[in-house]
Every structure is written in C-alpha cells, then in structure tokens.
C-alpha cells in the first residue's frame, strides 16, 4: 500500500522507469543489428569475434529495458486498484510471457557469440528469428489487451491510451497471423515495434503528467 502523499512520487517514479525502458530498448536496436542472414558459418564466426561487445551491450539493454516497461505497466495496474479484476490477472500473465520471449531471444543474441561448435552462429540466428514471431501471435497482444480494460475501466491514463492498446494489441494479433508462414519477418512486419515504443513513451509522460491530479483524487476518495 502506497501511503496517500507518496502517490504523486510514485507516479512520476513509474514513468521515469518507464522512459527509461523504452530508450534502453530503443538503444538496444540500435546497438545490436542482429547477426547476418543466410551467411556461412565463417560470416558468423567473423561477425561474433567482430561485435561481441556490441552484441553483448545490446542484449542487456533489451533484457533491462524490459524488465522497466513491464514494471510501468504492473504499476499502472497497482494505482488502478484493479488487482484482483480479471484484466489485472491477464496483464500479469501477459507481462510474464513478454518477458519470457524477450529473455529467450536475448539468450539467442548471446549463443550466437559462442564460436564452438562453429554452427552456433546460425542455430541462435534461426532461433532468434522463430522467438520474434512470439512477439506477434502471443507476447504483445497477451499485455496489451488486458491492459487497455485496466486503463479504459480506471482514471489512471486517459481513455484513448486503453484504445490504442486495443488497436495494438490487435495489430500485433494480426501480423502474428499474416506473417504465420514467412520463417523470416519483413522489416515491415518488425516496424511494428516502434509504434508500440511511442505507446509506452507516451504512456509514461501522460502518467507523470498527470501524478498530482492521480494523488488529490486518491485522497479526496480516502476522506469520503
């Protein structure tokens, strides 16, 4: 239980972390391009010995950076009040198993580096490439969706957040579908990512923005 005058500090806290996930992830795209396609097992070998540094920095960013997002979203749950709902529940699952195939896909990140035996390298790029569709058929639309009934039945974010999650949510269903049978995503169908980025950006000024008015409603609701 967070005491009433804490609130606001909590808000702002949560969004600052929030922020602070989404540019680590943002850095880790940008740090790590991903090992070459259809490359020999020398190119693999050549590339980890090359951007093991590289690889290595890009793959903690994106396992803390997500780590942080997930934390933003549990905490909006938390000020909601909602624990006990059902979207609360499916929200904790849905963070549970995004965290899990960010997690998985770091892990393809760092095998890839390892030079023995010299087939690594391609093993932890296809596994890689096969995690990714997670992010689509279950990762992304398992928070999204239960989120935006926490944001849409709470006056916690405003009501457009929790129909853009819905929008999201569905968008990312939707490619997870399209792109069943392409073993490889399109840069296109990955570009998806960005948007969702602007969503948590977002999210997370709006929270801070709106700390004082959270807390004065909590306290006016704690005295009547």
């Not at 890689?128 to 999204?144: E, K, N, T």
Request: proline content about 3%; overall charge positive; hydrophobic content about 60%.
């Amino acid at each position: 239980m967070i005491p009433q005058t804490s609130i606001r500090m909590f808000c702002i806290v949560s969004a600052i972390i929030g922020i602070l996930g989404v540019l680590m992830i943002g850095n880790s795209f940008w740090i790590n391009t991903g090992l070459p396609l259809h490359a020999t097992n020398e190119q693999y070998i050549l590339f980890a010995k090359e951007n093991d540094k590289e690889v290595l920095k890009g793959a903690w960013l994106q396992a803390v950076g997500t780590f942080l997002i997930i934390f933003f979203a549990i905490a909006i749950v938390h000020l909601a009040k909602l624990q006990d709902s059902f979207s609360a529940w499916m929200t904790l699952l849905g963070a549970a198993i995004l965290m899990m195939v960010s997690l998985t896909e770091v892990v393809c990140y760092i095998m890839a580096l390892f030079t023995v035996p010299e087939t690594m390298g391609s093993i932890g790029n296809n596994i890689g490439h096969a995690v990714q569709h997670l992010y689509f058929i279950v990762a992304a639309p398992s928070l999204f969706l239960p989120l935006a009934f926490v944001i849409l039945f709470s006056k916690i974010l405003p009501k457009i957040f929790g129909y853009l999650a819905i929008v999201i949510g569905l968008a990312f269903f939707g490619v997870g579908i399209f792109s069943l049978y392409r073993l490889i995503l399109t840069s296109l169908d990955t570009s998806l990512a960005a948007i969702q980025a602007l969503w948590w950006l977002a999210a997370a000024l709006a929270l801070m923005i709106r700390s004082r008015k959270i807390q004065n409603a909590k306290v006016v609701k704690s005295m009547s």
